[in-house]
C-alpha cells in the first residue's frame, strides 16, 4: 500500500513546472519522508485496534456521526488535490494538441488570447472531470476495475519504465563518457523484477476479487455502501419492522 502511495509519477512534469528545478531531490526527499510517516502512522494505528476486521476503506471505522462527515470532507479534499495534479499531464496534452498556440499562453500581455486560453483549459478540464465521474458512476465495479488497472500499469510506471529509460539513456550516453557503478545496475534489475512480480501478483488478486464480487454489483449509479454505520439505518428501521410483527403475533396468540 505504501508503495503504491507514495510513487511519484508525474515527476518530470513537476520538475518542468519548478522555478527552481535544482532544488526537486531535497522536495522530493522532504515529501516522501512526511508522507511515509503520515501512512505508516495511521495504517499502523488502524490495524493495531481493529486488527483483521481492518475495512478496506478506513473511514468505514467510523460510526456514521458528523466525525465521519468531517472525515470524508477532508478526504475528498486530499484526492482533489491529487486528481488536479495528475489531470495537469492529460489536460495539457490534450490543450496542446487542440490549440498549440494559445496552450502556450501563461500571461496577460495579450488579455483577449490570454481569456480564450483559459476558457479552453476550463473547457478542456471540466469535461475531462464530469467524464471521470460518469465513468466512475457508470461502472458497478469501478473501486475493483480501479485495482486492476493500478495492479497492471502503476508499477510499469513507478519502476520498470524509469529503469529501462535510464538503461537506454546510459547505453546511448557512453560517447559523453557516462558510467554508473555495477550495484546501481543490479538495484535496477532488482527493481524490475520486482515490479513484474507486483504485476502479476496484483492482477491475480484483483480479477479474483472481481470474480468474486461479481454477484454483488448493483446496476450503474446505484449506492454501493459497504459502512457497517450507513447501513445502520436499514437495519434499525429492519429491526423495528420485525419487532413490530413478533409483538402482533403475540397479541393474536393471546
Not at 494559445?102 to 472531470?129: E, G, H, M, P, Y
Not at 515490479?195 to 472481481?210: E, R
Not at 428501521?237 to 393471546?254: E, I, N, P, V, Y
Amino acid at each position: 500500500m505504501i508503495i503504491f502511495s507514495i510513487k511519484f509519477v508525474v515527476s518530470i512534469e513537476i520538475i518542468s513546472e519548478m522555478r527552481y528545478p535544482q532544488t526537486f531531490p531535497k522536495a522530493l526527499y522532504t515529501a516522501l519522508s512526511i508522507i511515509f510517516i503520515l501512512y505508516a502512522i495511521v495504517a499502523l494505528g488502524v490495524y493495531y485496534f481493529k486488527g483483521v476486521q481492518t475495512p478496506s476503506y478506513l473511514l468505514d471505522v467510523l460510526p456514521y456521526t458528523f466525525k465521519l462527515k468531517i472525515s470524508s470532507i477532508l478526504m475528498f479534499a486530499h484526492i482533489l488535490c491529487s486528481y488536479l495534479i495528475n489531470q495537469q499531464v492529460l489536460s495539457s496534452a490534450i490543450h496542446r494538441s487542440f490549440d498549440p498556440v494559445r496552450a502556450k499562453i501563461i500571461n496577460f500581455d495579450d488579455k483577449r488570447q490570454f481569456f480564450v486560453s483559459q476558457c479552453q483549459w476550463c473547457l478542456i478540464t471540466s469535461t475531462i472531470t464530469i467524464t471521470s465521474w460518469l465513468f466512475a458512476n457508470l461502472v458497478p465495479f469501478f473501486g475493483d476495475f480501479v485495482g486492476l488497472v493500478g495492479s497492471l500499469f502503476s508499477a510499469q510506471l513507478s519502476f520498470t519504465f524509469p529503469c529501462v529509460l535510464f538503461l537506454k539513456f546510459a547505453a546511448t550516453a557512453k560517447t559523453n563518457h557516462y558510467s554508473f557503478r555495477p550495484c546501481e545496475r543490479l538495484l535496477i534489475y532488482v527493481l524490475v523484477l520486482f515490479s513484474l512480480f507486483l504485476i502479476l501478483v496484483g492482477s491475480i488478486t484483483n480479477i479474483k476479487t472481481i470474480a468474486h464480487h461479481w454477484t454483488q454489483y448493483g446496476l450503474p449509479f446505484a449506492c454501493h455502501c459497504e459502512s457497517e454505520s450507513c447501513c445502520a439505518p436499514s437495519f434499525n428501521s429492519s429491526m423495528h419492522s420485525s419487532r413490530l410483527r413478533l409483538s402482533t403475533a403475540t397479541q393474536c396468540d393471546k
